[in-house]
């Protein structure tokens, strides 16, 4: 079955990086996009940007530009998100999630991790 | 950029109908997925391409999308039922995911 099993909780000082894996299972890695998802707790979901496991193509909200790097590992069908100058309000569940097109919905998520951002 | 607006929450007695909204400019026109998500959970999908239904989400479940508001129904609804309600389109100008603020449905 379609599995996106995602790295464990971190804890972070601001200013720090902090670099997440999204390994698939189940599935053909390439033929899918890996989105990357974030929420605050208590709020809503906030989307960060999406890579292209096949190209390594990718494209990111305004937002985090600057700032996030995707990339992947198709030998070990693993997708990753790098987000650098850690503030506290990068506090947050990330999640991964995989789309089939541009248009498409979110058909499986990782279980998401937890980023703690504090001195 | 594209903005979704929900209202922030819902509440409805068990058995009744549920109607959760999503607002944008000219939404119609383009392609919504609603998605839920439970405390504590990642988010699943239960509309897709406005009104497909992902296996396993009952036929109770549906939605809609005209001019500048899709709508998400739940009829019957159960206890099971509450959590938060999130609506999303590709925005095609970026390439962006949007996602409307999200909606809390509470069953009585």
């Known amino acids: 079955q379609v599995q996106l099993v995602q790295s464990g909780a971190e804890v972070k000082k601001p200013g720090a990086s902090v670099k997440l894996s999204c390994k698939a299972s189940?599935?053909?890695?390439?033929?899918?996009?890996v989105h990357w998802v974030r929420q605050v707790p208590g709020q809503g979901l906030e989307w960060m940007g999406w890579v292209n496991p096949k190209s390594g193509g990718r494209n990111y909200a305004q937002k985090f530009r600057g700032r996030v790097t995707m990339t992947r590992d198709t030998s070990i069908n693993t997708a990753y998100m790098e987000l650098s100058g850690l503030r506290p309000d990068d506090t947050a569940v990330y999640y991964c999630?995989?789309?089939?097109?541009?248009?498409?919905?979110?058909?499986?998520w990782g279980q998401g991790t937890l980023v703690t951002v504090s001195s | 950029s594209y903005v979704l607006t929900q209202a922030p929450s819902v509440s409805v007695a068990p058995g009744q109908t549920a109607s959760i909204t999503c607002g944008g400019d000219d939404i119609g026109s383009k392609t919504v997925h609603w998605y839920h998500q439970k405390p504590g959970q990642a988010p699943v999908a239960v509309v897709y391409?406005?009104?497909d239904r992902p296996s396993g989400v009952p036929g109770r479940v549906s939605g809609a999308n005209s001019g500048n508001t899709a709508t998400l129904t739940i009829s019957r609804v159960e206890a099971g039922d509450e959590a938060d309600y999130y609506c999303?389109?590709?925005?095609?100008?970026?390439?962006?995911?949007?996602f409307g603020g999200g909606t809390k449905l509470t069953v009585l």
């Open positions: 999303q389109v590709w925005d095609s100008i970026t390439d962006y995911r949007v």
């Open positions: 999630a995989r789309v089939y097109d541009s248009s498409g919905y979110y058909d499986h």
């Open positions: 391409d406005e009104i």
């Open positions: 189940g599935y053909t890695f390439t033929t899918y996009y």
